[in-house]
Structures are given as structure tokens and as C-alpha cells.
């Protein structure tokens, strides 16, 4: 039978050969054209003999994930000082800085309880595998100069791509061949495939090494750090050593370093059941036929422990709905597992679009549930107030907002007078204080004047942090309050 298809004849071996030839000296020579561009950089940055680096800086950062408002920008706060020093043979860096709150008010998540700086030091020794500073370390001007060199990047012009790590790097050079941005991803619990991005303008001439004397980092969109550099010392000693042991001790949300996350379930009334073992709590609220579970916060991993702890704890109650108590990152961390278990969200209304995003956006660089499960995603939300409520149980939920978040719920129980909140008031201490501190929160003030605005009859506060749970007199003494509220 004659087909009527066209015949699929094979090309003969020495063409195959001449088009295998043309390309990969096509690539050989896009290559040595990045080569010859990043080498030319390098040298007219002075980066090629350069060993170390220490800048000196003023500026501000950001609190990455505690916007005020959802799909807001990281509020930021004042850098009175920044150093860093950056050894590139070995590798290693430190940074040494110290910040405080901004002028006036902060709105949003990070801010200091007291109006004194803070120091900070972040150490990345010879050998560690600090991924945060590491990056912080290779994507600097002079850094992913070297790390573009000794990864072989590609590409033509001023744009040239790489990667280490196992991540993708995106480096853009100006008309003057210094480095102008960098681009890359990270994983982040709740953003998932999260653009970082560092941007540098002002070069000067510092001891023959050009420096960039603005840097712009942003993460997700929004700022993390904005430094004005005022001094660059190139070649000087560097020399880092490995911090105490107990500073290296990797954190593990809520267990032992290393394993699984520690979910410990108490009874604290009848049907309320405070769960702790790890940084951020969580309260389950035990209804006729189902349980409320109050946070997932955190993570992935956090998040799990925590809904299966529950389904084993009351193994004829499903869980009904998940609220999550507000939007920033530590907060809702576990909000994807929850919506890859079908769990019904509850949220404050502002948040519900913005979660509406968090659980389309794409988590390829560390794959986690939702992304592994895919589920449409179920969310409810409070205005403010919503009331749960059976025979047995009845659960209020607030909207309480502060200057720390715009989107705060907490959770009101009438039966056993208990109110269940996060980050307005973390208990300090095995006890109570005894006095009123010489400062207040006025976050923490706030919410004592709200429970009174709302006409809660409030004998016992469960936190979302701290050790201990905390007593309506304990509130008053912490924000000098008197039992009339005034």
C-alpha cells in the first residue's frame, strides 16, 4: 500500500556533524565573548585583585514579611550604623550593625520594644553554610563578579546569567562595566519562588577599587536594605572565626535541632486546648462534632505537625476551619498546608485576596505541599467579628487592629473567659512583673483598651508566645492601666 505521508528520511551523518560543529562553536564563542566582557569588568572594577573588602554604612532595613497591611510594603526601620567585612578567599563574612525604630510610629511587624538601638552581628565563617549571608556574600558588586567568572556565565552585552548553588543568577552590567543589578530567587514559606534583586549606583573610586555608594536590595518587590556607604576599605585584614557553638545551633521551629517539630497539646479550660512546644502557639477549640484550630504558623513542617497532633488528639472531631490570626510571614507560614489539607481559612477580610494570591504563586525551588497537592483553596473571612457557636462552645473572633498589623483577629471564648491572641502582649519570665516598665508598648496598651472598648470579660489571656499564660492583671500592670481601664 502506497502511503501518502510524506517519507522521513534520515540526514546523512556529515551534515549532522557540520550542524553539531556550528553549534557548539557558536556557544564556545558566545562564551568567550561573556568571558572577555566579565573579565574587562573585573578589571576596570578592580575586582581581580581583590581579597576582602570592608564598607561602612548608614541607611535603613526592612522587616521582610510583616507588612502593615497585605501585599504592603516591609516596614522599615533605621540603620545608625552597618559594617560589613567580606573575605573572599575564604569565604567568610560579618556584619556588624545596629538599628532602632523609625521616627514616629511603626506600623508593622519588627519593631523594638525599646526605643535604645539594637546591635546585631551575623557571621558567616570559613566553611559554614549559612545561606542567607552567603548570598548576601557572592551577590555583592565584587562578589558575583567572581562568582559570574568562576561559574562560567553566559550571555552577551551587559546581560549575563549563571548559576550557583543550584540557583540562577541574573547580572547586569552598565555602559561604565560596573556591576549595576543582580537578580535571583529564594524559597520563602509563604511567597515561595521569591525575587531578590540588588541594585548599585554612585560608584567611586575607593584605593583603586570602585564601590557602589547606594545599595538597594529588595525582596519581594519591596525594600530589605537600603545602604548610603560612606567609606571603603579594600584589602585590609579580614579575618572571621566561627561564633559560639551555641550561636551555630541551627533553629528548628518548635523541636530539637535537626528534628521533627514538637506539638504539645494542654488543656486549659474545658474544650480549649493551648498548643505549645515551639516559638508560636496554637489553640484548638473543641465544638460538639468538630474543632476550631486558632494558628499554623510558621511553616510547612510546623503547620503539619500541628493539624495531625490535632486529628490524632480528637480523632472523631474533624477540623473545621483554621484561622489564621494575621498575615505576616511567621503568622502564616502554615497557611498553604492548611489549604493542601482542604481546610476551611478563616481570615480578616483584608486578607482574603492576598491569601487568594499566596496560594497561586509557584513554590519550584522547594516544593511544598499545595504545590505537591493542589487545592482550590476555601476562605472565609471576619469583618469585625464572627461568631462560632453550638450547644457546647461558643468562639468569638475579633478584629483587633494595632500599629503591629492592620489584619489582627483574636479569639474570644465567653464560657471560660479566656482570650487567645498573638504578638499584642508576649509574656516575659517564669512570672508575672511586678511593676509597670519604665516603658509601655503602646501595641500592647492598645489592646488593653480595645478588650475594654469590645466589652470583653477577659480573666485570662493565651498567648501566641511566651512561656506562660497571663492574667487580665498582669495586662494592667504592663501597660499602667487601673481595673476601670484608665
Known amino acids: 500500500m502506497n502511503s501518502l505521508l510524506p517519507v522521513s528520511r534520515s540526514p546523512r551523518p556529515g551534515l549532522l556533524f557540520l550542524a553539531a560543529f556550528s553549534l557548539l562553536s557558536l556557544v564556545s564563542a558566545r562564551a568567550q565573548d561573556a568571558k ?72 508593622g511587624g519588627g519593631g523594638l520594644p525599646l526605643a535604645a538601638p539594637q546591635t546585631q552581628n551575623q557571621v558567616l565563617a570559613p566553611g559554614a553554610t549559612n545561606n542567607a549571608l552567603a548570598l548576601q556574600l557572592w551577590m555583592s558588586p565584587h562578589g558575583v563578579l567572581k562568582a559570574a567568572q568562576q561559574n562560567n556565565a553566559t550571555g552577551s552585552g551587559r546581560t549575563f ?16 562595566q560596573t556591576v549595576q543589578k543582580v537578580e535571583t530567587l529564594i524559597d520563602a514559606p509563604v511567597t515561595g519562588d521569591t525575587v ?11 584605593g583603586g577599587v570602585k564601590y557602589p ?67 508560636h502557639h496554637s489553640l484548638i477549640v473543641e465544638f460538639s462534632d468538630h474543632v476550631v484550630l486558632i494558628e499554623v504558623p510558621q511553616t ?12 490524632k488528639a480528637f480523632p472523631t472531631k474533624p477540623i473545621r476551619y483554621v484561622v489564621n490570626s494575621h498575615h505576616h510571614f511567621d503568622h502564616a ?48 473571612t471576619v469583618d469585625t467579628k464572627r461568631v462560632l457557636s453550638d450547644a457546647t462552645q461558643t468562639l ?18 465567653p464560657k471560660s473567659k479566656q482570650l487567645f491572641q498573638v504578638d499584642v502582649y508576649t509574656p516575659a519570665g517564669d512570672a508575672p ?22 466589652g470583653l470579660d477577659v480573666t485570662q489571656i493565651l498567648p501566641g508566645h511566651g512561656p506562660r499564660l497571663v492574667t487580665l492583671g498582669e495586662l494592667r500592670t504592663v501597660t499602667g492601666k487601673t481595673a476601670g481601664g484608665n
Do not use: C
Not at 561564633?243 to 474545658?270: E, S, Y
Open 396 to 413: 468569638e473572633l475579633h478584629w483587633l487592629p494595632t500599629n503591629h498589623v492592620d489584619t489582627m483577629l483574636v479569639g474570644y471564648l
Open 433 to 454: 512583673p511586678a511593676s509597670t516598665p519604665a516603658t509601655i508598648s503602646p501595641v500592647t496598651a492598645a489592646f488593653h483598651d480595645q478588650i475594654a472598648k469590645l
Open 213 to 279: 555608594t547606594k545599595i538597594v536590595q529588595k525582596q519581594g518587590g519591596f525594600a530589605v536594605l537600603e545602604l548610603n556607604v560612606s567609606d571603603v576599605k579594600p584589602n585590609v585584614p579580614v579575618a572571621i572565626a566561627a561564633p559560639p557553638a551555641a550561636a551555630q545551633k541551627a533553629a528548628n521551629p518548635g523541636g530539637a535541632a535537626g528534628g521533627p517539630p514538637t506539638v504539645t497539646i494542654t488543656k486549659v479550660a474545658d474544650g480549649v486546648h493551648h498548643v505549645t512546644g515551639g516559638s
Open 333 to 380: 507560614g502554615g497557611v498553604r498546608a492548611a489549604m493542601a489539607e482542604s481546610l476551611t481559612l478563616i481570615t480578616q477580610a483584608q486578607s482574603k485576596p492576598y491569601f487568594e494570591r499566596v496560594a497561586a504563586m509557584p513554590h519550584t525551588l522547594n516544593p511544598d505541599r499545595l504545590s505537591k497537592t493542589p487545592k482550590r483553596p476555601v476562605i472565609e
Open 196 to 206: 531578590v534583586e540588588w541594585e548599585y549606583s554612585g560608584y567611586r573610586d575607593f
Open 161 to 176: 546569567t549563571f548559576k550557583t548553588s543550584g540557583s540562577d543568577v541574573k547580572l547586569t552590567l552598565g555602559a561604565d
Open 36 to 107: 572577555a566582557a566579565l573579565d574587562a569588568a573585573a578589571q576596570a572594577m578592580g575586582s581581580t585583585g581583590l581579597n576582602s573588602v570592608v564598607l561602612s554604612a548608614t541607611g535603613s532595613m526592612n522587616a521582610f514579611g510583616q507588612a502593615f497591611k497585605p501585599g504592603g510594603p516591609w516596614p522599615a526601620f533605621k540603620l545608625i550604623s552597618y559594617t560589613q567585612s567580606i573575605n573572599f578567599a575564604s569565604p567568610s563574612m560579618r556584619i556588624d550593625l545596629q538599628r532602632t525604630n523609625p521616627d514616629g510610629a511603626v506600623q
Open 300 to 311: 510547612d513542617a510546623r503547620a503539619i505537625a500541628v493539624i495531625e497532633s490535632t486529628r
